[in-house]
Protein backbone atom coordinates (compact mmCIF):
# COMPACT_ATOMS: atom_id res chain seq x y z
CA UNK A 1 0.00 0.00 0.00
CA UNK A 2 1.19 3.49 -0.71
CA UNK A 3 0.05 6.60 2.02
CA UNK A 4 0.57 9.71 1.64
CA UNK A 5 0.38 12.66 4.24
CA UNK A 6 -0.25 16.23 3.26
CA UNK A 7 0.66 19.12 5.64
CA UNK A 8 0.79 22.97 5.16
CA UNK A 9 -2.75 23.83 5.62
CA UNK A 10 -4.04 26.99 7.67
CA UNK A 11 -5.70 30.01 7.91
CA UNK A 12 -4.41 33.06 5.89
CA UNK A 13 -5.31 36.07 5.03
CA UNK A 14 -6.94 37.31 1.19
CA UNK A 15 -3.56 38.01 -0.89
CA UNK A 16 -1.40 35.86 1.27
CA UNK A 17 0.25 32.81 0.36
CA UNK A 18 0.75 28.84 1.43
CA UNK A 19 2.61 25.78 0.60
CA UNK A 20 1.00 22.40 0.84
CA UNK A 21 3.55 19.21 1.24
CA UNK A 22 2.67 15.77 0.15
CA UNK A 23 4.80 13.14 1.38
CA UNK A 24 4.26 9.47 -0.29
CA UNK A 25 5.57 6.17 1.47
CA UNK A 26 5.14 2.53 1.26
CA UNK A 27 5.58 -0.16 -1.15
CA UNK A 28 6.29 2.18 -4.19
CA UNK A 29 8.00 0.82 -7.32
CA UNK A 30 7.14 4.24 -9.11
CA UNK A 31 4.55 7.27 -9.64
CA UNK A 32 3.04 8.48 -12.62
CA UNK A 33 1.31 11.18 -11.40
CA UNK A 34 1.17 13.51 -8.11
CA UNK A 35 -1.87 15.72 -7.77
CA UNK A 36 -3.97 18.15 -5.58
CA UNK A 37 -7.57 17.90 -5.62
CA UNK A 38 -9.71 20.18 -3.09
CA UNK A 39 -13.53 20.19 -1.94
CA UNK A 40 -15.01 23.51 -0.65
CA UNK A 41 -18.54 22.71 1.61
CA UNK A 42 -21.47 21.21 -0.39
CA UNK A 43 -19.42 21.68 -3.76
CA UNK A 44 -17.95 18.31 -5.54
CA UNK A 45 -14.48 17.46 -5.24
CA UNK A 46 -12.16 19.31 -8.08
CA UNK A 47 -8.91 18.61 -9.49
CA UNK A 48 -6.46 21.85 -8.47
CA UNK A 49 -3.30 20.77 -10.11
CA UNK A 50 -1.43 17.55 -10.91
CA UNK A 51 2.43 16.96 -12.18
CA UNK A 52 3.40 13.44 -13.95
CA UNK A 53 6.95 11.75 -13.19
CA UNK A 54 8.17 14.07 -16.42
CA UNK A 55 7.23 17.07 -14.95
CA UNK A 56 4.34 18.09 -17.36
CA UNK A 57 1.64 20.10 -15.42
CA UNK A 58 -1.77 21.09 -15.68
CA UNK A 59 -3.96 23.32 -13.89
CA UNK A 60 -7.84 24.20 -13.45
CA UNK A 61 -8.22 27.66 -14.86
CA UNK A 62 -9.11 29.34 -11.34
CA UNK A 63 -5.95 28.80 -9.99
CA UNK A 64 -3.45 29.31 -13.46
CA UNK A 65 -1.22 32.02 -12.85
CA UNK A 66 -1.52 31.34 -8.67
CA UNK A 67 -1.03 27.90 -8.18
CA UNK A 68 2.67 26.35 -8.60
CA UNK A 69 2.73 22.47 -8.31
CA UNK A 70 6.17 20.75 -8.10
CA UNK A 71 7.87 17.39 -7.12
CA UNK A 72 10.64 16.06 -5.56
CA UNK A 73 11.10 12.14 -6.79
CA UNK A 74 13.81 11.30 -4.85
CA UNK A 75 11.78 12.42 -2.02
CA UNK A 76 8.58 10.94 -3.37
CA UNK A 77 6.81 14.12 -2.56
CA UNK A 78 4.63 17.13 -4.25
CA UNK A 79 4.17 20.52 -3.53
CA UNK A 80 1.77 23.26 -4.05
CA UNK A 81 2.89 27.15 -3.51
CA UNK A 82 -0.45 28.69 -3.62
CA UNK A 83 -0.12 32.93 -4.13
CA UNK A 84 -2.95 35.53 -4.25
CA UNK A 85 -4.85 33.22 -2.24
CA UNK A 86 -8.58 34.15 -2.60
CA UNK A 87 -11.48 33.19 -0.01
CA UNK A 88 -12.66 31.14 -3.21
CA UNK A 89 -9.92 29.10 -2.49
CA UNK A 90 -11.11 27.59 1.21
CA UNK A 91 -11.68 23.99 1.10
CA UNK A 92 -10.29 20.95 2.74
CA UNK A 93 -7.20 20.12 0.03
CA UNK A 94 -6.20 16.16 -0.89
CA UNK A 95 -3.56 14.88 -2.33
CA UNK A 96 -3.59 12.18 -4.97
CA UNK A 97 -1.54 9.93 -6.53
CA UNK A 98 -0.90 7.09 -9.28
CA UNK A 99 1.75 4.84 -10.56
CA UNK A 100 2.48 1.51 -9.41
CA UNK A 101 3.58 -0.43 -5.93
CA UNK A 102 5.37 -4.00 -5.21
CA UNK A 103 8.66 -5.03 -7.09
CA UNK A 104 10.03 -5.64 -10.60
CA UNK A 105 8.82 -9.57 -10.65
CA UNK A 106 5.56 -8.39 -9.22
CA UNK A 107 4.09 -4.93 -10.03
CA UNK A 108 0.22 -3.32 -9.43
CA UNK A 109 -1.30 -0.15 -10.13
CA UNK A 110 -2.03 1.89 -7.23
CA UNK A 111 -4.25 4.78 -6.55
CA UNK A 112 -3.95 6.80 -3.19
CA UNK A 113 -5.35 9.58 -1.84
CA UNK A 114 -4.41 11.68 1.65
CA UNK A 115 -6.57 12.55 4.35
CA UNK A 116 -6.61 16.26 3.63
CA UNK A 117 -5.45 19.56 4.82
CA UNK A 118 -7.90 22.35 5.46
CA UNK A 119 -6.91 25.68 3.69
CA UNK A 120 -8.91 28.44 5.03
CA UNK A 121 -8.96 32.09 3.49
CA UNK A 122 -10.30 35.34 5.24
CA UNK A 123 -11.47 38.45 3.68
Known amino acids: QVQLVESGGGLVQTGGSLRLSCAAS????????MGWHRQAPGKQRELVAV???????NYADSVKGRFTISRDNAKNTAYLQMNSLKPEDTAVYYC?????????????????WGRGTQVTVSS
Open 26 to 33: GNIFSINA
Open 96 to 112: NSQGSSGTVLSRRPYDS
Open 51 to 57: ITSKGIT
